[in-house]
T-cell receptor
């Protein structure tokens, strides 16, 4: 059983559409991170959120940490083919260990 | 900038063989870790180290050993390979072990694809 549940598992949309990926848990995290991974490469950190209710924006990407620090969402506005990849959320319950979700595979069609 | 370097990129092992996956970072990072990634399961922590001479177990440590004799290197040893260890392995490093700090970026290597037959 995953500590962090991501949904949906797969998402295929047309260029220009919006999408949201969810990351949920019954556990409280001190911080939550979002990564993007492309085939044949390691995950690359997109953002870290540490405060309940925090919202961070990275160009067309908006990240939100739930008030109770148990969940998070990633919203992409006007998706582009370059946004295609595996999106992973990871939660920290102590300083040393990250627990990862299974990931959401996003495909943006031109 | 080398960052986190893993070798080999691909390896096929027979059941029962042993091998070492190498990981080196040139950023003088204190914290290093090993993960395995399997379809539908995300990344799972195998072992981690908070500095030279200090290692500890993660979520799935059985069948693996690590050591940290220098700040730069963190090899992962498979003692007696089993088909269940077929996976993609990632090494990661960060400046310190404060995963709850917004400014502490964790850098991943490009991965090592291991098949045990």
């Amino acid at each position: 059983t995953q500590l962090l549940e991501q949904s949906p598992q797969f998402l295929s949309i047309q260029e220009g559409e919006n999408l949201t990926v969810y990351c949920n848990s019954s556990s409280v995290f001190s911080s939550l991170q979002w990564y993007r991974q492309e085939p044949g490469e390691g995950p690359v950190l997109l953002v870290t959120v540490v405060t309940g209710g925090e919202v961070k924006k990275l160009k067309r990407l908006t990240f939100q940490f739930g008030d109770a620090r148990k969940d998070s969402s990633l919203h992409i506005t006007a998706a582009q083919p370059g946004d295609t990849g595996l999106y992973l959320c990871a939660g920290a319950r102590d300083d040393y260990k990250l627990s990862f979700g299974a990931g959401t595979t996003v495909t943006v069609r031109a | 900038n080398a960052g986190v370097t893993q070798t080999p990129k691909f390896q096929v092992l027979k059941t029962g063989q042993s091998m070492t996956l190498q990981c080196a970072q040139d950023m003088n990072h204190e914290y290093m870790s090993w993960y395995r990634q399997d379809p539908g399961m995300g990344l799972r922590l195998i072992h981690y180290s908070v500095g030279a001479g200090i290692t500890d177990q993660g979520e799935v440590p059985n069948g693996y050993n690590v050591s940290r004799s220098t700040t730069e290197d963190f090899p992962l040893r498979l003692l007696s390979a089993a088909p269940s260890q077929t996976s993609v392995y990632f090494c990661a490093s960060s400046r310190d072990f404060g995963t709850n700090r917004a400014g502490n970026t964790i850098y991943f290597g490009e991965g090592s694809w291991l098949t045990v037959v």
